[in-house]
């Protein structure tokens, strides 16, 4: 079985002249280049192989491999929670030779290190926490808040010798001296400091933006303008130069979305701006933000029904639906009698009478369609109509670069984003000179003409990527050169290679989702 992840491909079938030969063809998506090594298994362990030209790099000898971070990887021997590990860079290689440990002791959920801007926190086998650059150097430890918490500014959370908190650079250099009692990471050039029970808000130089008098400080996600502080059980907001925008007045703080931030008092959840003022009195039993530039809030009032509302307070959808969404920007759907619609946000109502079971926008280049399941039948929709552009039901609807590809049975059909049929003679120049191709059970490679270059001869073949292909020969995996000379021994019970547009990986015989060793494996995107 050949697994794919984030990588798309066109199948269809193509009629040929007397003497060519008539094959099912997969054409592979556009790629883009990656400089990390890829992984094999045999015997249950990884071992890396060169991106470049396919050769084995290092031989299969570790149980857990994480995902890449900054060109680096996080392998195990042992796959238990306290086992050594190490980092490897793009050859392969250690780049540390003392041992270290992961952060089960603080993050059991996803203990693997990673590296964040040239550091990564990592454990020590006498049980504390620090941090490594790139050359496997230790340059300071810090505690298990720092362990936990992400850092992403420049200032890291450091601990001395006497147990207090300090800051160090990246680069291991001491800014602010170990004097609180406890603090938490920077975020936008302030951070939440103890002295004593008290908790204040520091800046760079160590110095108070908002005197320790609180008996907690919280920073809310991706919001660098405003904290939230306790105080006798009740949360207000600060600004970042320590003014008090409320007072302790909310229940809990919920999350910002744009301008707004969403407080619970008496368990009604309202707005208030990011200068403190109000814009919604708690009055809903639930409000999540739907995002987009204009952000709007999905609203749930205590009857338990769904509605939209603005920033401002504002009904742009009634609170009369089951349930609201917004699957892509600016495009918003209510859920009624078990059955999902466009909604108008202009009018609240629905975009027209279509229903459906799901409604799936695509990606770019046909971002303005969706393709929308309705009693196990498929179709397309005009996102800003709600206008079906496939006029019949289809067993299966799937996005191929510009075209959409619906199936009938055993049948393969290609439209365009108009609706308008695509005959497969229009496609037979397009994708790459080779393609695998499936004979009489076996598979081989042909050209866009039909022509074999390397006979049908393999169990299953992959999709070529530079220049090699994966080939799968008694049930093992290897790669193979475009003339069919062997690049990697057929000997391995699976193989990554090659990456689609976003950067993840298509797997061959294994799956980064199924197997224990790689649960926390990935490629992270392009690099």
């Known amino acids: 079985m050949k697994y794919l992840r984030k990588i798309a491909f066109a199948v269809f079938s193509v009629s040929f002249v007397a003497g060519m030969v008539p094959f099912e063809t997969a054409v592979n998506d556009t790629v883009v280049e990656v400089h990390a090594p890829f992984i094999v298994l045999q015997d249950g362990k990884f071992g890396f192989i060169n991106p470049d030209d396919g050769s084995l790099q290092v031989a299969p000898r570790y149980k857990l491999c994480a995902n890449w971070s900054e060109g680096f990887a996080w392998v195990q021997e042992e796959a238990g929670v306290n086992a050594d590990g190490m980092f490897i860079g793009a050859d392969a290689k250690p780049i540390a030779s003392k041992p270290l440990r992961d952060l089960s002791a603080v993050f059991p959920e996803r203990p693997v290190p990673e590296f964040r801007n040239g550091v990564a926190v990592v454990s020590f086998p006498d049980g504390d926490f620090g941090y490594i650059n790139v050359r496997g150097e230790v340059v300071g430890r810090t505690s298990r808040t720092g362990a936990f918490m992400r850092q992403d500014d420049r200032l890291l959370i450091s601990i001395g010798g006497d147990g207090n908190i300090g800051f160090i650079d990246r680069a291991g250099v001491e800014l602010i001296n170990p004097r609180f009692a406890d603090a938490t990471p920077f975020r936008g050039g302030r951070a939440a400091a103890r002295s004593g029970e008290k908790w204040g808000l520091i800046d760079e130089t160590g110095g108070w933006a908002a005197k320790p008098e609180f008996d907690s400080v919280r920073w809310f996600a991706d919001e660098p303008r405003c904290w939230a502080y306790r105080m006798d059980g009740k949360w207000g907001i600060l600004d970042r130069g320590g003014k008090r925008l409320t007072g302790a007045l909310y229940d809990v703080p919920g999350v910002w979305s744009g301008d707004a931030l969403s407080v619970c008092t008496s368990n009604l959840w309202g707005l208030v701006s990011v200068d403190g003022s109000a814009l919604v009195p708690p009055r809903y039993q639930t409000l999540e933000p739907l995002g987009g530039a204009d952000p709007l809030w999905s609203a749930q009032s205590t009857n338990g029904l769904w509605g939209i509302i603005s920033t401002n307070g504002e009904e742009k959808a009634a609170c009369r639906y089951r349930g609201v969404a917004s699957p892509a920007p600016g495009v918003y759907t209510a859920r009624e009698d078990g059955l999902t619609g466009l909604l108008d946000i202009e009018t609240g109502e629905f975009v027209n009478d279509g229903r459906y079971s799901r409604i799936l926008p ?33 067993d299966l609807v799937q996005q191929q670069n510009e075209l959409l590809k619906v199936q009938s049975g055993s049948r393969t059909m290609f439209f365009n984003a108009a609706g308008r049929r695509v005959e497969p003679s229009d496609l037979s120049d397009e994708g790459p000179e080779l393609r695998p191709v499936e004979s009489n059970g076996k598979w081989g490679l042909a050209d866009r003409h039909g022509e074999w270059r390397v006979k049908p001869e393999y169990d299953e073949l992959g999709v070529p990527w530079r220049g090699l292909v994966p080939a799968k020969r008694d049930g093992l995996w290897g790669l193979i050169k475009e003339n069919g000379e062997e690049a990697l021994p057929c000997v391995y019970e699976g193989l990554e290679w090659g990456v689609g547009e976003e950067g993840y990986s298509a797997f061959y015989g294994i799956s980064s989702e199924q197997i224990e060793g790689l649960k926390f494996y990935e490629r992270g995107g392009k690099q």
């Open 362 to 394: 695509m990606e770019p280049p046909l971002d303005k369609l969706a393709i929308v399941e309705r009693r196990g039948k498929w179709s397309a929709i005009d996102l800003s109509t709600g206008e079906e552009i496939i006029k019949r039901d289809y």
